[in-house]
């Protein structure tokens, strides 16, 4: 992470309070989180304190502060899955990843989140898995996934050693 | 005249698009939203594309990739044109047979048509199902029959007439005087009369004025401003700028959930079209009237829905909500003048203004005009989008058109309740089913309109549970600014968390109405001052239901995991396995063909078993869940 790439991101930008959540997202979709060094460089750039711009931040739940794994799990929480048993297979994560909602796990393999409603209510108890939808999941299916990706992963990792 | 337009190039465009879309071309729609894009429905698309070339055809068949049909249940969907032939849940070996098939020997593909839920008759065309020919589609209508990230589609269907007849022909006033005499009201859940807005925006002086485009669509269930967006975002873009014309702003906002990625896109490709076609810039159509949008992604938090936390937001700060007076009309963004509406509300516009309020007033009832989205979901057969008029019945959006409680396999469900408005919302019985909908009759029955999701429940959802689940969500999204929401919220989870592990008493049930009414009365925003709405409504509707579980420890829908325990049946259990093969801890043992052991230290109350074993025939109820709270000879699961 160097100056340039605060630069490019402030590009465009006029340095006003309002370019706060936007430049928070552009941070937070390059690097995946928002590191600490991201909030110094803001508040020079947007000519606001450190503490205010933590306490935006921190305010939203879309911004992260530590890096998050390499596969993000999000279980969605909305009423409709919430009706059709999205609590256990939520539960059935936590069984597997030995996490809990933001957490992610000792290897950096995976990170577990909840989500209000992704809105694609006719597919609940649905879960983004790796950035792929997974309609009705079943309980079941939770191990199959993270097995699958661990397989996949340790492979990858021999075929590069 | 008022303005000078230029729209010669609008009637260009949709000549040549009309005559593009010649009337007998077949063209082929796939449904691109949400729910059916991440049922593969852009594979499908490029398959269709692939498919027809194999076949030579490409010339004479449109293809496109149109914005959400409503049906999520039956996705992907795909249309055939001009006849209106419906295809569900279509796969990619179906692409070849619907080409070859429907479009070259125009044969109807029977096994891809919809089946009745009542006669069990296929039906051939869309119009005819059930599902949609008791749906009155005016701002969803044309969802199915454009591509949302092409401009002339929806110019080709009248689009942006409405505008250019607002500046060639009206002047701001009548514009409101339209808007008010039609009795639009916000779709965004309170129900503010929208011409008032508008005109209370107008009338206070000051040299900079906004409008705002509210798609922070944050109750969970809900997802009609999405589908809009996604479908029809130039439908949004025009009322927008009718609004900015009528009240005098140059600027605009649309601000939109971060967790829409699909809706944001389409916004944005839609905004960068109409500054092409000069719909948007510094003389909008040559009129001299200067306006431009842009997109301000909201970060996830629920109260940012909120008109002044929404603002506060796009300001850089937390979105906290400021009491009101001043309204934003008044004192808004930046401390100008805002007019903030809902997406459904805004997408009204152009057709009051191309139809008039006349016309549009006759749809509804006295004090609710127009047609009003509603998400349909939970334990439904048809899951999607409904726009019915104002006025019609629960009874008739959940059986008629939602089909009714889904089933689960062999055993029928019974209705229990239906929640609407979200987390602000409330629960309501079966006996209140006939109400008609509008603004009014929810609030007498306790709930709200808000913003249109309605979430059907059955006799498997406990409503101490459902009541829990929407205070947790109230609780982890009230901003803090108030205490008795901030602290008040918690000590309700706590309590309701209590009774659902059988550890509550009859005081509790006290103590939540006497919480619930002071966060009501003592918070300033509508977060706050909704937020024990479900559990008051389940506990005027369902008390019994809480007094089971505070008295008896028992819960009749069998979801408090700490009440309930699961027991094999010996005598029906008939070893076929299925039971052992889903449960994901190894509680539950035994070879086959003999009688299986359900271990109660290794089970984890997940209930696979127990719907597994629902499914087959023969076994059926061998699984059962039992309640610890009572004796064997009374229970009922």
């Not at chain 1, 979709?29 to 750039?45: H, L, N, T, V």
């Not at chain 1, 931040?57 to 009706?83: D, L, N, R, W």
């Not at chain 1, 108890?125 to 939770?142: A, L, N, S, T, W």
Request: aromatic share 8%.
């Amino acid at each position: 992470m160097t100056n340039k790439d605060y630069l490019d991101i402030f590009s465009e930008l006029k340095g006003e309070e309002g370019d706060l959540i936007p430049i928070l997202q552009r941070i937070q979709e390059k690097f995946g989180y928002i590191p600490a060094e991201a909030i110094k460089q803001m508040s020079r750039f947007l000519k606001i304190s450190e503490n205010q711009i933590f306490g935006v931040a921190s305010f939203y739940s879309q911004f992260k502060f530590v890096e998050p794994g390499q596969c993000t799990i999000k279980v969605c929480m909305g009423t409709a899955c919430h009706v059709r048993g999205s609590q256990s297979v939520l539960e059935e994560f936590k069984r597997w990843l030995h996490i809990e909602p933001g957490q992610t796990t000792d290897d950096k393999l995976f990170t577990l989140e909840t989500v209000n409603c992704l809105g694609a209510c006719a597919l609940g108890p649905i879960v983004v898995f790796d950035g792929d939808y997974h309609g009705q999941m079943r309980i079941k299916e939770v191990e199959e996934l993270i097995q699958k990706y661990r397989s996949e992963n340790e492979k990858e990792s021999d075929a590069v050693t | 005249m008022k303005n000078q337009v230029n729209a010669k190039h609008l009637e260009e465009i949709r000549a040549e698009a009309l005559q593009a879309r010649s009337a007998n071309k077949p063209c082929i729609t796939v449904c691109g939203g949400t729910g059916c894009h991440t049922q593969g429905a852009e594979v499908l698309v490029g398959v269709f594309r692939e498919e027809v070339r194999k076949q030579g055809i490409e010339e004479s068949v449109d293809i496109r990739i149109t914005g959400c049909h409503g049906f999520c249940e039956r996705g992907p969907i795909v249309v055939i044109h001009p006849e209106g032939i419906f295809y569900e849940k279509t796969k990619i070996k179906d692409v070849a047979t619907i080409v070859s098939e429907t479009i070259v020997n125009k044969r109807i593909v029977e096994t891809l048509l919809y089946r009745d839920l009542k006669t069990k008759k296929r039906i051939v065309r869309e119009k005819d199902i059930p599902f949609y020919n008791q749906q009155k589609r005016i701002v969803l209508g044309n969802n199915g029959l454009i591509d949302p990230t092409d401009i002339q589609d929806y110019i080709a269907l009248n689009g942006y007439q409405a505008l250019v007849k607002v500046l060639r022909d009206m002047t701001p006033e009548e514009v409101i005087a339209e808007i008010k005499a039609s009795g639009l009201r916000g779709r965004g859940g309170a129900g503010f009369p929208t011409g008032k807005k508008w005109e209370s925006c107008r009338s206070t002086v000051s040299d900079t004025k906004y409008v705002i485009c509210n798609a922070d669509e944050g109750d969970p269930g809900a997802f009609m401003d999405r589908s809009v967006l996604e479908g029809n975002p130039h439908s949004v873009i025009e009322g927008m700028i009718i609004g900015a014309y009528a009240i005098g702003a140059s600027a605009g906002f649309i601000y939109v959930r971060t967790e829409y990625p699909l809706a944001v896109k389409h916004v944005k490709i839609a905004l960068r079209q109409a500054r092409e076609h000069g719909l948007l810039g510094e003389s909008v159509l040559g009129s001299g009237f200067q306006f431009d949008i842009c997109v301000f992604q909201g970060a996830g938090a629920f109260v940012s829905g909120e008109e002044t936390s929404l603002m506060a937001s796009i300001e850089g700060r937390r979105s906290f909500p400021r009491p009101r007076p001043p309204f934003p009309t008044q004192v808004g963004l930046w401390g100008k003048p805002t007019t903030i509406n809902n997406v459904e509300t805004w997408a009204n516009i152009p057709h009051i203004i191309e139809k008039g309020a006349e016309w549009y007033s006759k749809i509804g009832t006295d004090n609710s005009k127009g047609t009003k989205i509603f998400s349909l979901v939970g334990k439904i057969n048809n899951t999607g989008l409904v726009e019915v008029p104002m006025g019609i019945t629960l009874r008739q959006v959940i059986y008629d058109i939602g089909g009714g409680i889904k089933s689960e396999k062999r055993i029928k469900k019974k209705f229990k309740a239906v929640q609407t408005g979200g987390p602000s919302g409330g629960c309501i019985p079966e006996n209140m089913l006939d109400l008609p909908i509008d603004y009014d009759t929810l609030a007498k029955a306790g709930s709200i309109m808000g913003s249109g999701g309605m979430i059907v429940m059955d006799e498997d959802t406990c409503m101490v549970d459902v009541a829990r689940y929407f205070l947790n969500f109230t609780q982890e999204e009230s901003c803090g600014k108030c205490s008795p929401c901030r602290i008040g919220t918690v000590q309700m989870v706590e309590i309701l968390n209590r009774i659902t592990q059988g550890k509550g008493d009859e005081a509790d049930i006290e103590r939540l109405e006497n919480l619930a009414q002071t966060i009501k009365t003592h918070s300033l925003c509508g977060l706050g001052q909704t937020a024990p709405n479900p559990v008051l409504t389940t506990l005027r509707y369902f008390r019994s239901e809480y007094l089971l579980h505070v008295k008896e420890k028992h819960c009749p829908a069998s979801v408090c995991k700490e009440l309930i325990e699961y027991r094999v049946i010996p005598e029906k259990c008939t070893g076929c396995q299925r039971c052992v093969s889903v449960c994901p801890t190894g509680a539950i043992t035994g070879p086959r063909a003999q009688l299986h052991n359900l271990d109660p230290s290794k089970c984890i109350k997940c209930r696979a078993c127990y719907e597994i074993c629902h499914f087959d025939a023969i076994a059926g109820d061998a699984i059962i869940i039992r309640s610890k709270g009572r004796s064997a000879d009374e229970q009922t699961k």
